[in-house]
T-cell receptor, first 114, second 113 residues
Framework: ETGVTQTPRHLVMGMTNKKSLKCEQH?????MYWYKQSAKKPLELMFV???????ENNSVPSRFSPECPNSSHLFLHLHTLQPEDSALYLC?????????????FGQGTRLTVV | AQSVSQHNHHVILSEAASLELGCNYS??????LFWYVQYPGQHLQLLLK??????LVKGIKGFEAEFIKSKFSFNLRKPSVQWSDTAEYFC???????????FGQGTTLQVKP
């Protein structure tokens, strides 16, 4: 148990579907992150939120839409995805978005786009 | 652009062998350095970190890493591996004191009993 919980653990969706990934952290952290982990590629940072405000969008396509209603919850809304978007999506949190803090990761959502 | 390079993609060792995994990064300013480990079926977890001070840092489970600024390196070491060390290891760099962790591609370590 990491203190960062992601749901669902697995998701299969069609290219025309709309779905959402949920992340919740119980650590009292102020920063939250979405990462994408594809096979044979490094983890890619997608979005950074600090105190509910988005501070980083790493050139992510608009078919991925993040939402951070409060410091404990982070969503990733998905629509009209492509098969190449199939990957493991990891949520992480840290005390703040400065460099000298440890990030805690959830177990991820394994997404398959068909 | 900042990047992290891990030289070994797949390492196979026998128990009690020594381990060294290479990690180099490209960034000329202040960095914070991390090694994360992902055991089979588990989440990413921190193995050790370097922010400042003694460049030789010790982490959990007997792992250590040495920051060599002149070589832009942060190699991970363990004198004697165990079967339970079988996992994927990721080097990560936070450059410029931001919240952005840049990860290497990861090294899969397989330890044979």
């Amino acid at each position: 148990e990491t203190g960062v919980t992601q749901t669902p653990r697995h998701l299969v969706m069609g290219m025309t579907n709309k779905k959402s990934l949920k992340c919740e952290q119980h650590l009292g952290h102020n920063a939250m992150y979405w990462y994408k982990q594809s096979a044979k590629k490094p983890l890619e940072l997608m979005f950074v939120y600090n105190f509910k405000e988005q501070t980083e969008n790493n050139s992510v396509p608009s078919r991925f839409s993040p939402e951070c209603p409060n410091s404990s919850h982070l969503f990733l809304h998905l629509h009209t995805l492509q098969p190449e978007d199939s990957a493991l999506y990891l949520c992480a949190s840290s005390q703040d978005n400065q460099g000298d803090t440890e990030a805690f990761f959830g177990q991820g959502t394994r997404l398959t786009v068909v | 652009a900042q990047s992290v390079s891990q030289h070994n993609h797949h390492v196979i060792l026998s128990e009690a062998a020594s381990l060294e995994l290479g990690c180099n990064y490209s960034y000329g300013g202040t960095v914070n350095l991390f090694w994360y480990v992902q055991y089979p079926g588990q989440h990413l977890q921190l193995l050790l970190k370097y922010f400042s001070g003694d460049p030789l840092v010790k982490g959990i489970k007997g792992f250590e890493a040495e920051f060599i600024k002149s070589k832009f390196s942060f190699n991970l070491r363990k004198p004697s591996v165990q079967w339970s060390d079988t996992a994927e290891y990721f080097c990560a760099v936070n450059a410029g004191n931001t919240g952005k962790l840049i990860f290497g591609q990861g090294t899969t370590l397989q330890v044979k009993p």
